[in-house]
């Protein structure tokens, strides 16, 4: 696996106010030029024993006019990493890391309840799990924009590991609502 280096040293995450659950980083990579959104949403403030509580990132993406979106989670105990950017190709590195590969059940709850979602997910070097954008490596066939359609009708997300092994961490609800309503509110996540 490559070793992940910064070009520069990572924006602090803020809180966003009048949402205490909710941090905001943004920032430029000076390597890539890639101009980043992240709002991570925690499930719940850190616990008595200082770990890191789950949290949900929306991460949005600029370069040279053409925006994306990502989607990350950790189940607790994984500090804020900051943006990581695309792999370059190096004659160190000649070949990007392969990560391994989850799936995760996304459930969509609110005035009704949606059937459960299995999709694939990559898990970073961070240890962060990042949504596999559809694309030539990935199985996935629905963007992120896509699920957008239903966290707005129904906010609450219910995630979890599709085939759960004993050391895996038990599923986590987020309540999206602050964090789409701050998603509407960032240049850099409009479409």
């Known amino acids: 696996m490559g070793v992940v280096t910064w070009a520069q040293q ?27 959104v992240r709002l991570m949403l925690l499930a719940a403030p850190a616990g008595e024993d200082g770990r890191a509580p789950a949290r949900f990132t929306m991460e949005c993406t600029e370069r040279g006019g053409k925006r994306g979106l990502n989607w990350l989670v950790t189940f607790g105990g994984v500090e804020p990493d900051g943006f990581l950017p695309p792999f ?35 898990e970073l070097p961070t240890g962060e799990l990042r949504y596999r954008n559809p694309g030539m490596h990935s199985p996935n066939m629905e963007s992120p924009q896509l699920f957008l359609v239903y966290l707005n009708s129904l906010p609450a997300l219910r995630i979890g590991y599709a085939k759960a092994t004993p050391g895996d961490p038990a599923e986590k609800v987020f309540d999206t609502r602050p964090l789409l309503e701050e998603l509407k509110k960032t240049p850099t996540c409009q479409p």
């Open 10 to 36: 990572p924006e602090v995450a803020l809180p966003v106010a009048g949402k205490p659950n909710l941090l905001r980083q943004e920032g430029t990579d000076a390597e890539s030029g890639i101009h980043y």
């Open 88 to 122: 370059r190709r190096t004659p160190e590195h000649p070949e990007a890391p392969i990560n391994p590969v989850r799936n995760l059940t996304m459930d969509f709850e609110g005035y009704t309840k949606w059937k459960p979602i299995t999709r694939s997910w990559e």
